[in-house]
């Protein structure tokens, strides 16, 4: 079984719509979609869910008033600002360290398990699908990252599947590094921008790091010839493949508008570039 | 006053507003807080006058005090201590710099130490005062840079703010304290999806926002319906428009070969002014 | 000498479990007296730091050798600071894989076999 990532470093650059093109061609897979933080996938595999579970993780601070003396030992003691001056922690601030209850001399501080999000298991006409949402301004440390990718590792597992199309998270931090540790090819889509080239350099470094092999995709290549060309040079100076080149293309926006893959869509020329990248995927 | 510009969805255009708001107004400070991959130097290219190492305190153990005692492992929330016979191991991504086994040593044999886990750029361009975190490629904390990089706010000017995307905690720190939050989106299923994200996360913060449409449709008469039925505050709208695209490949703000943006622009500030002039 | 298997269930007759830090039980066998502890882990719901965790607590049962499918780098630094000797890769019964490492047929793991955070479920 292989594990596939689609990432960029930069967001916007066509991360969902070549994951969703790849779940459409590759066979006898699972889908997961480890963007946990505005997740995308499900809007192109129109996803049937069959199982919802609550993420528990960390915890928050509590002060109870009634015991509160205002002496203020948490607040001095607390580094993330999340105590108030009336002694109220603030969830959003508050990162669970837990050192607020254990300086109170009143006891006054109890730590609260925090429900940081939902991840779903569900069934699309492609395959089973593993999604998650976290809450709004939740930590995204990575764990909830890491339960999708651990569980649909183990789905592909029990179905015997042969390969975990993954859609990665923009950013080089935790989410990204638990996407990537361990999978057995990260797959770079860039566009041709500065920025974006900046930002995927970034995460070939990360990749180099973690030791995953990478391919590159340029989308919408024909917005600036000259600085793909740029990046065809980046690749071969790194020994990175450049496996497609995808045309801005209107088919590409008609189709997450109608909520589908590309691939259904697309036909001539644009579907034989994903075809080809499907091929320089698995080979 | 604080005007963070931010988004659910990545690659909407946060860093080409922020930018040209910025170019517009001249006298102000630029803040790119997207620590794992700022991007607003690309456009500004401000002189860097100065570099400096982000750190973290992170514990270190006097070996002629520690016992052994495991406390400072019992205490850590986010297991980033192990104690065996005769050694303490530190795995520092897990550190959250919280400072409790420090202060809970019951032999005071641990002391903070800095460690870098980035860099600090400052300079300036046509009286944009430009400051940048960078984080170290395989760090996984940017939250604590995003906090040093706000702390470089000068009071009692205006301060934009680069946001990363998401909705989760880097977006959040980034944020949070802002008098007034731009949300970018651009009119797709994904750009719509994250913005409702993104607007109840700010509502939840309690910060005034208003968004800017980016790659817009000139007869696009569904979003602003849409906007106006959710009372959405739309601000600006940014056309799909090929110059600007070529424009934003080469790295070139796209007020300088189209000076009437330029007004647009300073009429946003405005109205973030007066919206913010109002709000509680 | 102690060794400890990490185990899908309490008997010889169970299935190693593959992951160390997440496994649901470590099952210690002293090879002097034949006697067999069944350690229910911990760590099998944390959301964070099981294989440190449950690193530690080989120590300070006093385990040397420990046979497992897959441990990750914060595990295995744990592992080697505390002077234990690990075997990954190891699959089928209990009762097999102890059988295999007594005949000299498991050669100890110089490097960690996974990433981090593989064993998360």
Same mark, same amino acid.
């Given at each position: 079984?292989?594990?596939?990532?689609?990432?960029?470093?930069?967001?916007?650059?066509?991360?969902?719509?070549?994951?969703?093109?790849?779940?459409?061609?590759?066979?006898?897979?699972?889908?997961?979609?480890?963007?946990?933080?505005?997740?995308?996938?499900?809007?192109?595999?129109?996803?049937?869910?069959?199982?919802?579970?609550?993420?528990?993780?960390?915890?928050?601070?509590?002060?109870?008033?009634?015991?509160?003396?205002?002496?203020?030992?948490?607040?001095?003691?607390?580094?993330?600002?999340?105590?108030?001056?009336?002694?109220?922690?603030?969830?959003?601030?508050?990162?669970?360290?837990?050192?607020?209850?254990?300086?109170?001399?009143?006891?006054?501080?109890?730590?609260?398990?925090?429900?940081?999000?939902?991840?779903?298991?569900?069934?699309?006409?492609?395959?089973?699908?593993?999604?998650?949402?976290?809450?709004?301004?939740?930590?995204?440390?990575?764990?909830?990252?890491?339960?999708?990718?651990?569980?649909?590792?183990?789905?592909?597992?029990?179905?015997?599947?042969?390969?975990?199309?993954?859609?990665?998270?923009?950013?080089?931090?935790?989410?990204?590094?638990?996407?990537?540790?361990?999978?057995?090819?990260?797959?770079?889509?860039?566009?041709?921008?500065?920025?974006?080239?900046?930002?995927?350099?970034?995460?070939?470094?990360?990749?180099?790091?973690?030791?995953?092999?990478?391919?590159?995709?340029?989308?919408?290549?024909?917005?600036?010839?000259?600085?793909?060309?740029?990046?065809?040079?980046?690749?071969?100076?790194?020994?990175?493949?450049?496996?497609?080149?995808?045309?801005?293309?209107?088919?590409?926006?008609?189709?997450?508008?109608?909520?589908?893959?590309?691939?259904?869509?697309?036909?001539?020329?644009?579907?034989?570039?994903?075809?080809?990248?499907?091929?320089?995927?698995?080979? | 006053?604080?005007?963070?510009?931010?988004?659910?969805?990545?690659?909407?255009?946060?860093?080409?507003?922020?930018?040209?708001?910025?170019?517009?107004?001249?006298?102000?400070?630029?803040?790119?807080?997207?620590?794992?991959?700022?991007?607003?130097?690309?456009?500004?290219?401000?002189?860097?006058?100065?570099?400096?190492?982000?750190?973290?305190?992170?514990?270190?153990?006097?070996? *002629?005090? /520690?016992?052994? =005692? +495991?406390? %400072?492992?019992?205490? @850590?929330?986010?297991? $980033?201590?192990?104690?065996?016979?005769?050694?303490?191991?530190?795995?520092? *991504?897990? /550190?959250?710099? =919280? +400072?409790? %086994?420090?202060?809970? @040593?019951?032999?005071? $044999?641990?002391?903070?130490?800095?460690?870098?886990?980035?860099?600090?750029?400052?300079?300036?361009?046509?009286?944009?005062?430009?400051?940048?975190?960078?984080?170290?490629?395989?760090?996984?904390?940017?939250?604590?840079?995003?906090?040093?990089?706000?702390?470089?706010?000068?009071?009692?000017?205006?301060?934009?703010?680069?946001?990363?995307?998401?909705?989760?905690?880097?977006?959040?720190?980034?944020?949070?304290?802002?008098?007034?939050?731009?949300?970018?989106?651009?009119?797709?299923?994904?750009?719509?999806?994250?913005?409702?994200?993104?607007?109840?996360?700010?509502?939840?913060?309690?910060?005034?926002?208003?968004?800017?449409?980016?790659?817009?449709?000139?007869?696009?008469?569904?979003?602003?319906?849409?906007?106006?039925?959710?009372?959405?505050?739309?601000?600006?709208?940014?056309?799909?428009?090929?110059?600007?695209?070529?424009?934003?490949?080469?790295?070139?703000?796209?007020?300088?070969?189209?000076?009437?943006?330029?007004?647009?622009?300073?009429?946003?500030?405005?109205?973030?002014?007066?919206?913010?002039?109002?709000?509680? | 000498?102690?060794?400890?298997?990490?185990?899908?269930?309490?008997?010889?007759?169970?299935?190693?479990?593959?992951?160390?830090?997440?496994?649901?039980?470590?099952?210690?066998?002293?090879?002097?007296?034949?006697?067999?502890?069944?350690?229910?882990?911990?760590?099998?719901?944390?959301?964070?730091?099981?294989?440190?965790?449950?690193?530690?607590?080989?120590?300070?049962?006093?385990?040397?050798?420990?046979?497992?499918?897959?441990?990750?780098?914060?595990?295995?630094?744990?592992?080697?600071?505390?002077?234990?000797?690990?075997?990954?890769?190891?699959?089928?019964?209990?009762?097999?894989?102890?059988?295999?490492?007594?005949?000299?047929?498991?050669?100890?793991?110089?490097?960690?076999?996974?990433?981090?955070?593989?064993?998360?479920?």
């Amino acid at each position: 079984m292989k594990q596939i990532l689609v990432i960029s470093g930069k967001g916007g650059t066509g991360k969902t719509v070549l994951t969703g093109a790849l779940a459409a061609l590759a066979p006898n897979k699972v889908m997961a979609d480890c963007d946990v933080d505005a997740a995308n996938l499900y809007l192109l595999l129109n996803p049937s869910i069959r199982e919802k579970h609550p993420f528990q993780s960390g915890a928050s601070a509590v002060i109870d008033p009634a015991l509160c003396s205002r002496c203020g030992q948490c607040s001095a003691a607390c580094r993330f600002d999340a105590v108030s001056r009336d002694f109220v922690v603030n969830p959003i601030a508050c990162e669970g360290c837990g050192l607020c209850a254990r300086v109170c001399p009143a006891g006054a501080v109890t730590m609260k398990e925090n429900t940081a999000g939902d991840w779903f298991v569900s069934e699309t006409r492609y395959g089973p699908f593993v999604h998650a949402k976290l809450g709004l301004a939740e930590e995204n440390s990575g764990k909830l990252v890491a339960k999708v990718r651990e569980t649909a590792g183990e789905i592909a597992e029990s179905k015997a599947a042969d390969y975990v199309i993954i859609d990665g998270p923009p950013g080089i931090g935790c989410p990204v590094i638990a996407s990537l540790s361990g999978v057995d090819l990260a797959v770079i889509v860039t566009e041709p921008s500065l920025s974006a080239i900046h930002d995927a350099e970034r995460v070939m470094d990360l990749a180099k790091h973690f030791e995953v092999p990478v391919k590159l995709v340029v989308n919408k290549w024909d917005i600036n010839p000259a600085v793909t060309e740029d990046i065809q040079k980046l690749c071969d100076s790194r020994h990175v493949p450049l496996i497609g080149q995808i045309p801005f293309d209107r088919v590409v926006v008609e189709s997450v508008l109608a909520g589908e893959p590309v691939t259904e869509r697309a036909d001539g020329s644009l579907k034989e570039e994903f075809i080809k990248i499907w091929e320089a995927v698995r080979s | 006053m604080i005007i963070s510009v931010a988004s659910g969805k990545g690659g909407t255009g946060k860093t080409t507003v922020a930018v040209n708001l910025a170019l517009a107004l001249g006298d102000c400070q630029l803040l790119d807080c997207d620590v794992e991959e700022p991007n607003a130097q690309v456009f500004l290219k401000a002189d860097i006058r100065a570099r400096e190492p982000a750190t973290v305190r992170v514990p270190e153990i006097d070996y *002629q005090k /520690c016992d052994f =005692c +495991g406390k %400072c492992r019992d205490v @850590c929330a986010y297991h $980033a201590l192990a104690v065996l016979p005769g050694k303490v191991l530190f795995f520092p *991504q897990m /550190c959250h710099s =919280c +400072g409790a %086994c420090e202060m809970l @040593c019951p032999r005071k $044999a641990i002391r903070e130490t800095d460690r870098t886990i980035g860099e600090i750029e400052t300079g300036d361009r046509e009286g944009i005062r430009f400051v940048q975190g960078k984080l170290n490629v395989g760090e996984t904390m940017a939250p604590p840079l995003i906090r040093q990089v706000k702390s470089r706010i000068e009071p009692n000017s205006v301060a934009i703010l680069d946001a990363p995307p998401g909705t989760s905690c880097p977006m959040v720190t980034a944020v949070r304290g802002s008098d007034f939050c731009i949300l970018v989106t651009e009119p797709t299923p994904f750009g719509m999806n994250d913005l409702h994200l993104a607007i109840d996360t700010v509502k939840k913060l309690g910060i005034p926002y208003g968004v800017v449409v980016n790659r817009a449709e000139a007869d696009d008469l569904k979003t602003r319906d849409y906007f106006k039925s959710n009372r959405i505050p739309l601000l600006l709208k940014i056309p799909l428009d090929r110059k600007i695209a070529e424009l934003y490949s080469i790295g070139t703000p796209f007020i300088g070969p189209m000076p009437e943006y330029r007004e647009k622009f300073r009429a946003l500030f405005k109205t973030i002014s007066e919206t913010v002039k109002v709000s509680p | 000498m102690k060794i400890a298997i990490t185990s899908e269930g309490r008997t010889l007759d169970s299935a190693v479990d593959p992951r160390f830090g997440r496994c649901g039980y470590f099952l210690i066998i002293d090879t002097d007296t034949d006697k067999v502890e069944a350690l229910q882990n911990p760590g099998t719901q944390q959301t964070g730091g099981a294989g440190i965790q449950a690193g530690q607590l080989m120590a300070s049962k006093g385990v040397e050798v420990v046979l497992t499918g897959n441990m990750g780098p914060n595990a295995f630094q744990v592992i080697q600071s505390a002077g234990i000797k690990v075997v990954t890769g190891v699959s089928g019964k209990i009762s097999e894989a102890l059988r295999a490492y007594k005949d000299g047929k498991l050669s100890p793991a110089e490097n960690p076999s996974v990433g981090s955070k593989s064993g998360m479920s």
